[in-house]
């Protein structure tokens, strides 16, 4: 009889318990040498300053178009228009400041009354005066401010129908009241400084601090005077009647020059030579 063989034990094992388990492989890290990180800084450096060079090296193409300055010619007592607000009543008081200062010759200006003076002016003499403007009727313009005169309306108006005249080559606006005195030559002195192709509203303030209080250290008087650029008075003409109506609570015609102008964007450019004499 044949005995039956054993089997073999190390088929019928688990393997898993017998294999040995091998260690793992050790996490190598590897360090750039001090070489490598001196390499890539310079690297980093020269690529900084290639950048840099390309921004700001100057451009080898010529211009297309290239640029041109327009040179204004200076700005001369021609390119002034002033505009005076007087009153039927008060024209012939007040002739005597007027002809301290306008020159047919060379002032260009404009009264503007609310009616003819009542005696006119012989022809020998009006030549001296400025040629008086009837300004057109205000009656349906609303005024609110009790115990205050509605001339102040027909009076800010004179600045819309000033250019409403489309007078030639007018560089500036100068306004004030009949009794203010303008020494003409130092007016455009002081104006020529400035672009009259810009937005601005030139005068000062009052000298008296009550009255800057009650009105504004930011308007001009119309009593010193005050000039506005032709740029922006060709914008203020076009708005200042439906301005006028929102501003019927205000007192004079300065503070509503004042509002509208504000309503532009247009603060005051201060020449303390537009003064009142109290």
Not at 203 to 227: D, I, L, P, R, T
Request: net charge positive.
């Amino acid at each position: 009889m044949f005995k039956r063989r054993k089997k073999d034990q190390s088929f019928s094992s688990d393997s898993s318990a017998s294999d040995t388990a091998m260690p793992p492989f050790p996490h190598v890290r590897t360090t750039p040498t001090p070489s490598f990180k001196s390499f890539l800084l310079m690297l980093s450096i020269l690529l900084n300053l290639y950048l840099l060079f390309l921004t700001w090296a100057p451009s080898s193409a010529p211009l297309t178009s290239p640029t041109r300055i327009t040179t204004l010619s200076p700005t001369t007592r021609r390119h002034l228009l002033f505009s005076v607000a007087s009153s039927s009543l008060s024209w012939h008081r007040r002739l005597p400041y007027l002809r301290l200062w306008y020159s047919p010759n060379s002032t260009r200006a404009l009264a503007f009354l609310d009616k003819p003076p009542p005696l006119p002016l012989n022809s020998s003499s009006s030549s001296f005066y400025p040629p008086v403007v009837i300004s057109a009727d205000t009656s349906a313009f609303p005024y609110t401010f009790r115990g205050g005169l509605r001339s102040a309306i027909r009076v800010a108006r004179a600045v819309k129908e000033a250019v409403d005249r489309n007078e030639s080559d007018v560089r500036w606006f100068v306004f004030g009241d009949d009794d203010t005195v303008f020494f003409v030559d130092n007016v455009v002195r002081a104006l020529a400084r400035y672009d009259h192709r810009r937005w601005f509203y030139v005068g000062s303030n009052s000298e008296s601090y009550e009255q800057n209080v009650k009105y504004s250290f930011q308007m001009a008087f119309g009593g010193g005077g005050f000039a506005i650029s032709s740029s922006l008075a060709r914008v203020l003409a076009r708005v200042l009647d439906s301005c006028l109506r929102r501003y019927a609570h205000l007192y004079g015609s300065d503070s509503r020059i004042y509002s509208c102008v504000a309503e532009l964007g247009v603060g005051l450019t201060h020449e303390p030579g537009f003064h009142q004499v109290l």
